[in-house]
């Protein structure tokens, strides 16, 4: 399975934020916003921590990618 995290990107956008804004918010090394940005796996505790700063549900952050559709 690979991840996208489009969701993130286009919630960030509704709620005016940069990148850098969470990371600072959530407490974000820069390595993992480069991650996140590649479309690489993070940690369940990163993407909880993103969860809770931004209010929202997994399934609103991170997106699973069938091998097969990539």
């Known amino acids: 399975m690979k991840v996208r995290y489009n969701n993130l990107f286009k919630l960030l956008i509704d ?22 940005s590649k479309d690489e796996v993070v940690s369940m505790e990163t993407i909880i921590k993103i969860c809770e700063c931004l ?13 097969s559709d990539v």
């Open 55 to 67: 209010n929202c549900r997994i399934e609103e952050v991170v997106e699973l990618i069938p091998n």
């Open 15 to 36: 709620k005016k934020m940069k990148k850098t804004d969470l990371a600072k918010a959530a407490g974000l090394t820069p390595a993992t916003l480069a991650r996140l």
